[in-house]
């Protein structure tokens, strides 16, 4: 490729050819990796992770639970044994 010189009109040079190859390679380069990324999250496995709640929320819900009335006393206090003996 010939490209005029901004200093003289009238000399030509050629530009190196590597860097005439360099940038489209480049591009092409980045844009497979890209799309390749992308396919591997879009069709990846699907992972469910499910948490587990903790024991002081799982005390706190219990807690909820008797002051609301859904549960007694007597099974708020078997529960919550239940809980701290397990862990």
Known sequence: ??????????????QNPMKRIFIPILTAVLTITFLTGC????????????????????????????????????EYQAQKAKLLGSK
């Not at 587990?52 to 859904?70: C, E, N, V």
């Open 1 to 14: 490729m010939l490209v005029l010189s901004a200093d003289n009109p009238a000399k030509h040079r050629q």
């Open 39 to 74: 396919a591997w999250q879009v069709g990846g496995d699907k992972k469910v992770t499910t948490m587990q709640p903790t024991t002081g929320q799982q005390l706190i819900d219990l807690q909820k639970a008797k002051d609301s009335g859904t549960i007694t006393d007597p």
